[in-house]
């Protein structure tokens, strides 16, 4: 009984499909005296082709589609691959030229100056509560001392302060250990620059009375024997002058975003001229 309630319309048609054959047969068989009968036969039986021919025409038709859509399916994954390594070759472009661009500007520090410069890759930081040093991929293999001041475009960073035979840190400027003798560039007032961590740096020892401005570049003093005169340290990036104390509260900023280091130059030997 479920079968036949499942499938009662098909069994109607198939039933409607046979009736409507056998009568054509028979009007075949016995003339145009029974053509009365075949028109019916014939009007019945009209719509049932019709639509058993639509069902196949649209199976058909949805087997096209199908095996279209699988065919582009395939071929919309082939062009993504195709796009994701065009991508991937852009990005390798990329970080090649804007390397290029980095080490240019490195380059325009070694014509600049009349020192002998080793170039190295920072390969790692420690960026604790007092600490802001990082490690570089030279040592004293490369020639390289403790003291010897660091620098990327377009001024002095820090220093060498642990030297391995083929790793050395380096002491940045912001580092609260980090203390150099330093000059305020238009007015010539000596003081020193220390590190204060995430804020930067300060100049420290400016008497009240001195005119240090917002905007002033500091440079090196030259003094202590470590950093050459005159190279750029930082500028003021603000000067308190209503503290209790005796001297200015100067924050400077360093000209060099040390947040993102990647190549630097070590001043590895003091005044040898470049031929």
Known sequence: MFFLKKYKIIIFIVALLVSALIMISYNLKFGAEQSF???VALETVAPVYKVFNGSIQGVQHAWR???LLVG???ENQTLKKKINELKAV???YREGYLEAQRLKKLLSITDRYQYHFTAARVIGR????????????KGSSDGLKNGMPVMAYPGLIGRLIDVSRNVSRVLLFIDENSHVDAIV?????????????SRGMTLKYIPKTQDVQKGDVIISSGMGGIFPKGWLIGQVISVDRQNDGLFLKIDVAPFVDLSKLEELLILSSAETAIE
């Not at 420690?126 to 991929?137: D, F, G």
């Not at 560039?185 to 003081?191: A, F, L, M, T, V």
């Open 37 to 39: 009968l075949k028109k």
């Open 65 to 67: 589609n199908y095996f």
């Open 72 to 74: 582009i399916q395939e």
């Open 90 to 92: 852009i990005v390798s």
């Open 126 to 137: 420690e960026q604790a509560t007092l600490s802001r040093t990082v490690l570089i991929n």
């Open 185 to 197: 560039q238009r007015n010539r007032i000596q003081g020193i620059i220390s590190g204060a961590g």
